[in-house]
């Protein structure tokens, strides 16, 4: 059955038009606009097989005149049945047309032509395809044909890169002789090939190339599709190629990271381990360790974090990248590293110092003060000084939630060790609620501290029921204190983790809390930082861990 949709005349005219002009693209001029147009043509190719598959062959031909043409020229295009699935779709298409059952000698004509272009293009596939006008020629070099070919290639490779990195003569660097046309027409001839391993030289050379030119010389087409084929996994490059690539082209840097956090979101992960791979898979960590690359990467999970309304999901994702890039930085040659304020330049600096501290830096001990200088020094910044906008505090609240894993230590801290309280919890009272309008953030932290004098009370019970813990519960079922809701979540989290008799009502009361404020994706991710950090820091407290595994076991499949 024919669908409604159908291929826009103007189209079939646009690109016949285009096709007869390229001929079998034997001139340089039609070799650079076949090569400009390809991911183009490629895409409606597979716009035609998609309407043509759900079509009678006849009534095809009948409906699009021009199909015949534009397909038989196109086969006979090197450059166009070399580019990436081209070939494949134009085979789909001509099946298509193929008339299963001809009633008349036009249709057994056409099934013929139909064939002898299938041949063609299956032969066109392989090196032998020529080979009784050159095997003469090749035998006497002592090749065989794909022998013969697969040189070639390596040769005009090699003879391309040597050509752009530049002889050293007497240590004199040719590389300014090659002509910026000269680069840019390369760039665009690479198109057709780029998912060819033996072209990956070349394709890193371009990408580091610098001809001294004020504006860039690489055709945006050839990085786009490098970078596409990057982020597909069709070719491997060396990680300065790639970072090369993103500095040279924003929009491919922006593409890498919109690409990095759909495929974090859009896919079910069990742990930060598996997380922490994907992240550092794509290499945005270790290009973030350009300041430039880092800030416009900072921007998007910006963006991100406020389209999302700042989702655990997207905010962890956040926390572990941050944590990755300081791995990267800290791996960095020093000779090439940026001074880390480079990074954060807007910002008071003390703070930034103290939450770039990792926290196995640190001996345990040390962790409550070292939060405490952290919140005192926030406090100030936040409370006595002349914040304007929403914005700067935005920034400043920003800062400190991609540090987040303070964060969680904090809450930990409260419970597990000798503290002072109100700045702890008051470090945690400006992560859930930044903005202190009508004195929020104020009643919010007398609210938080009453639960948690209660939690401590109880804290080394080694039985409790849930009754014991109703009244943290009423506190954050109340719906208009949302703030609230997230801070005791966490404090109560973190309280059956740890304490002595919570794990015997851990399950129970998180399903009972989880039903009631809908805050499955919280607490999930929450207990998933918390197994990723008692992992990493070497704390062998079976119970908890065991507890950790089931809790996340039962929540990762209701949420």
């Not at 974090?305 to 997207?314: D, K, S």
């Not at 930044?434 to 919010?444: A, G, V």
Request: charged share 20%; net charge negative.
């Amino acid at each position: 059955m024919a669908q409604d949709t159908t291929m826009p005349k103007l189209d079939f005219e646009y690109w016949l038009d285009k096709a007869m002009k390229w001929g079998q693209a034997t001139t340089l001029e039609s070799q650079k606009d076949v090569c400009l147009h390809l991911p183009q043509l490629q895409e409606f190719l597979h716009q035609v097989y998609e309407t043509l598959k759900h079509m009678d062959s006849i009534v095809a031909i009948q409906q699009f005149p021009l199909i015949g043409q534009l397909l038989g020229r196109l086969c006979w295009n090197p450059f166009v049945i070399g580019y990436d699935e081209s070939q494949k779709t134009l085979m789909w298409c001509l099946c298509c047309l193929y008339s299963s059952e001809p009633q008349n000698p036009v249709e057994l004509k056409a099934n013929s032509w139909i064939r002898s272009l299938l041949c063609h293009l299956l032969s066109s596939s392989k090196w032998e395809s020529n080979e009784a006008e050159t095997s003469t020629f090749i035998s006497t070099l002592g090749y065989t044909s794909a022998d013969y070919y697969y040189h070639l290639v390596k040769n005009m490779v090699f003879s391309l890169v040597a050509e752009l990195r530049g002889n050293q003569f007497n240590g004199l660097n040719v590389q300014g002789r090659v002509s910026g046309s000269r680069v840019n027409a390369v760039s665009i001839f690479c198109l057709p090939l780029i998912t060819l391993p033996d072209l990956t030289p070349l394709l890193e050379t371009l990408l580091l190339y610098q001809g001294g030119a004020s504006k860039e010389i690489l055709s945006s087409q050839f990085l786009e599709a490098v970078n596409d084929a990057f982020l597909k996994k069709k070719i491997t490059l060396p990680e300065s190629a790639v970072f090369s690539l993103w500095l040279r082209h924003l929009p491919s840097l922006e593409k890498a990271t919109l690409h990095l956090l759909d495929q974090l979101v859009s896919i079910q992960l069990n742990s930060l381990e598996e997380v922490a791979c994907v992240i550092k898979d794509s290499l945005l960590p270790q290009a973030a360790s350009h300041p430039a690359i880092f800030r416009i990467v900072n921007e998007i999970f910006k963006n991100a974090l406020l389209e999302t309304a700042g989702t655990p999901e997207v905010m962890t994702i956040i926390q572990v990248f941050t944590q990755l890039f300081l791995q990267a930085h800290q791996n960095e040659n020093k000779q090439h590293k940026f001074p880390l304020k480079s990074y954060f330049p807007y910002h008071h600096q003390p703070l930034v110092t103290a939450l770039l501290r990792r926290p196995f830096e640190l001996p345990t001990t040390h962790w409550p003060q070292h939060l405490k200088h952290i919140s005192d020094m926030l406090r100030e910044l936040v409370e006595d000084t002349n914040i304007t906008s929403h914005a700067e505090l935005f920034e400043i609240w920003f800062l400190v939630a991609r540090f987040g894993e303070w964060l969680d230590i904090a809450a930990e801290q409260l419970l597990k060790a000798v503290v002072e309280p109100d700045a702890l919890l008051w470090l945690l009272a400006f992560y859930y609620c930044p903005q202190n309008e009508n004195q929020q953030r104020t009643q919010m932290m007398v609210e938080a501290q009453a639960v948690y004098n209660h939690l401590m009370m109880l804290f080394s019970c080694t039985v409790l029921s849930v009754k014991d813990l109703e009244a943290a519960v009423h506190s954050i079922t109340d719906i208009e204190k949302c703030c609230n809701q997230h801070l005791i979540t966490h404090l109560l989290t973190n309280f059956l983790l740890f304490s002595s008799g919570g794990h015997m009502i851990a399950q129970e009361f998180i399903y009972y809390i989880t039903e009631a404020t809908d805050t499955s994706k919280e607490v999930c991710s929450l207990l998933t930082r918390t197994a990723y950090r008692i992992k990493h820091s070497g704390e062998e407290n079976q119970r908890t861990v065991k507890l950790l595994n089931e809790l996340l076991q039962k929540l990762t499949v209701k949420v």
